[in-house]
């Protein structure tokens, strides 16, 4: 299975942008990146995705690096209720089962 | 709009006894997950149901486990002779028909929280 590494927490300050990295050197050509993060007590929540190009939605950007080795998913302001676990997943091709990795929690400080 | 709904949301039971944990996805939804989460741990994937299609059952960790889902929406996994190990958040995720390179997003239930005395 495609790996990912990611730092085990970061801390931000509420309104400010949090950039949280992810590494997944041994990407194939065709895996996409997702990114779901998970709210204390509740279940996963998508929030993004993408191939090759940087993509931007509500929630979240998404950085991507040229060689696809590596990804940073961009909360521009982060507010309390962004206190979760962001799990950064690769989606590999005909494989429709999610495979979480331990995550990042984040923690964010009024 | 409605999302994926689970019942019940804890549940508490004797070692030994089975329990049955209800799973209704959001309506049009084709695709059905079950992943379960251990204390501390990631989720791990148990079992997935494609509209008519065979279940791919490969996650199931022992033939205790089932799941059966009729009609094509409401998704019921069973567990029988329940062990101490088998505590857990039960997550169910369902998601529309697969296409473009399976890349549809997962819609979670908040889960089930199974406590086994």
């Known amino acids: 299975d495609a790996k990912t590494t990611q730092p085990n927490s970061m801390e931000s300050n509420e309104e400010e942008p949090v950039h949280l990295p992810c590494n997944h050197s041994?990407?194939?050509?065709?895996?996409?990146i997702h990114w779901y993060r998970q709210l204390p007590s509740q279940g996963p929540e998508y929030v993004i995705h993408?191939?090759?190009s940087n993509v931007n939605n509500r929630m979240a950007s998404l950085a991507i690096a040229e060689d696809r080795k590596s990804s940073t998913l961009i909360l521009h302001r982060a507010t309390l209720r962004d206190a979760a676990v962001y799990y950064c997943?690769?989606?590999?091709?005909?494989?429709?089962?999610?495979?979480f990795g331990a995550g990042t929690t984040v923690t964010v400080r009024a | 709009g409605a999302g994926v709904s689970q019942s019940p949301s804890n549940k508490v039971t004797e070692k030994g006894k089975d329990v049955e944990l209800r799973c209704d996805p959001i309506?049009?939804?084709?695709?059905l997950y079950w992943y379960r989460q251990s204390l501390g741990q990631g989720l791990e994937f148990l079992i997935y149901?494609?509209?008519?299609?065979?279940?791919?059952k490969s996650g199931l960790p022992s033939d205790r486990f089932s799941a059966e889902r009729t009609g094509g929406s409401v998704s019921t996994l069973t567990i029988q002779r329940t062990q101490q190990e088998d505590s857990a958040v039960y997550l169910c995720?369902?998601?529309?028909?697969?296409?473009?390179?399976?890349?549809?997003?997962?819609?979670f239930g908040d889960g089930t929280r199974l406590s086994i005395l």
């Open positions: 995720a369902s998601s529309t028909p697969p296409r473009q390179g399976l890349n549809q997003p997962q819609h």
């Open positions: 041994t990407i194939s050509g065709t895996d996409y």
């Open positions: 993408g191939l090759t």
């Open positions: 997943i690769l989606r590999v091709t005909n494989d429709y089962k999610l495979s």
């Open positions: 309506s049009g939804h084709t695709a």
């Open positions: 149901f494609q509209g008519n299609s065979a279940p791919d």
